[in-house]
């Protein structure tokens, strides 16, 4: 069993999901029957250096509603603290409120990044953590923007969104193109949800000296690396690992505001059409899939 959670398997997954208050139990404050809410899932324990220091996405035990715990998102019903409850505005919609959870994963990463307004950015991936970015980037004043994917419907998606240079790693070379770009100087962040070796090789290459390299995604694949691959223009490589506190509430009031448009990358399904919209989304045939559990 997690420590934390008590979670075992066999596991109902999901952790990015909204829906309405059934029920509560004793002395919860704050949350009434038909509340609708969204749910920002970690746990942490609290006493730890880490969360001691105000960074419990990074506590030791740090665990996920959905991932290991007592039942999850896909569950008709499921039962979290009334501290992961967020009221959602009347003008957002259920569907709006569980992209809130992977929006906020990706907006930290663009607060990782330390993007200022004006500045340019390049962001590895059009998944929909790649597309969070995107809009998030936008949302802090950050418009000159270029995006690498391989996925032919991904790319068009993205550009869809307005974003004027998607370029397809496959016949383009990625480095010329950006220092074509920008004169020979490099973006000022990058920022990288696809996770491949290639793009943690590329990232020095595109970034101007003194940018900033932020890793949201990753795999399972080793990673070459040489140092001085960093120092020769004094590269800043960070991570981001979920979201930080207030992070999950400012997403929840940029989407209200209209900063996370969905049309062409939000797909919706039926719970018996997951399997085949899991192969879709493998493919790059889909960018987001959020599933529609019946009322009853």
Same mark, same amino acid.
């Given at each position: 069993?997690?420590?934390?959670?008590?979670?075992?398997?066999?596991?109902?997954?999901?952790?990015e999901?909204?829906?309405?208050?059934?029920?509560? $139990?004793?002395?919860?404050?704050?949350?009434? *029957? $038909?509340?609708?809410?969204?749910?920002?899932?970690l746990?942490?324990c609290g006493?730890?250096?880490?969360?001691?220091?105000?960074?419990?996405?990074?506590?030791?035990?740090?665990?996920?509603? /959905?991932?290991?715990?007592?039942?999850?998102?896909?569950?008709q019903?499921?039962?979290?603290?009334?501290?992961?409850?967020?009221?959602?505005?009347?003008?957002?919609s259920?569907a709006?409120?569980?992209?809130?959870?992977?929006?906020?994963v990706?907006?930290? &990463?663009?607060?990782?990044? &330390?993007?200022?307004? /004006?500045?340019?950015?390049?962001?590895?991936?059009?998944g929909?953590?790649g597309?969070?970015?995107v809009?998030?980037?936008?949302?802090? $004043?950050?418009?000159?923007?270029?995006l690498?994917?391989?996925?032919?419907?991904?790319?068009?998606? *993205?550009?869809?969104?307005g974003?004027?240079?998607?370029?397809?790693?496959?016949t383009?070379?990625?480095?010329?193109?950006v220092?074509?770009?920008?004169?020979?100087?490099?973006?000022d962040?990058?920022?990288?949800?696809?996770?491949?070796?290639?793009?943690?090789?590329?990232?020095?290459d595109?970034?101007?000296?003194?940018?900033?390299? *932020? /890793?949201?995604?990753?795999?399972?694949?080793?990673?070459?690396?040489?140092?001085?691959?960093?120092? !020769?223009?004094?590269?800043?490589?960070? /991570?981001?690992?979920?979201?930080?506190? $207030?992070?999950?509430? !400012?997403?929840?009031?940029?989407?209200?505001?209209?900063?996370?448009?969905?049309? &062409?990358?939000?797909?919706?399904?039926?719970?018996?059409?997951?399997?085949?919209?899991?192969?879709?989304?493998?493919?790059?045939?889909?960018?987001?899939?959020?599933?529609?559990?019946?009322?009853?």
């Open positions: 069993p997690h420590p934390l959670t008590g979670g075992v398997l066999p596991q109902i997954v999901g952790h999901f909204s829906g309405v208050v059934t029920a509560i $139990g004793p002395d919860v404050p704050n949350v009434a *029957v $038909g509340d609708r809410v969204c749910v920002e899932p746990y942490s006493g730890c250096d880490r969360c001691r220091a105000g960074l419990p996405q990074l506590c030791r035990q740090v665990m996920t509603h /959905g991932l290991c715990s007592h039942g999850g998102g896909l569950a019903f499921t039962v979290v603290p009334h501290t992961m409850v967020h009221h959602i505005p009347a003008s957002m259920l709006d409120a569980a992209l809130v959870e992977p929006m906020a990706a907006f930290n &990463g663009v607060l990782r990044s &330390g993007a200022q307004p /004006g500045q340019s950015a390049l962001v590895f991936g059009a929909p953590i597309i969070g970015v809009l998030g980037l936008r949302s802090v $004043g950050v418009d000159d923007i270029l690498v994917e391989p996925a032919p419907a991904r790319r068009a998606a *993205v550009a869809k969104l974003v004027a240079d998607v370029l397809d790693p496959e383009t070379d990625i480095t010329d193109a220092q074509t770009r920008t004169g020979g100087r490099g973006v962040v990058a920022v990288d949800a696809a996770g491949a070796p290639v793009t943690f090789a590329l990232a020095p595109v970034l101007r000296a003194r940018g900033r390299y *932020v /890793g949201i995604a990753f795999s399972d694949r080793d990673v070459d690396f040489a140092p001085w691959v960093l120092a !020769r223009k004094e590269i800043e490589l960070t /991570g981001s690992l979920g979201y930080g506190p $207030g992070v999950f509430s !400012r997403v929840i009031e940029l989407i209200a505001g209209g900063a996370y448009p969905t049309a &062409g990358w939000v797909d919706h399904i039926e719970l018996h059409n997951l399997h085949s919209a899991l192969d879709d989304l493998r493919s790059g045939r889909r960018m987001k899939v959020l599933v529609d559990l019946p009322a009853t």
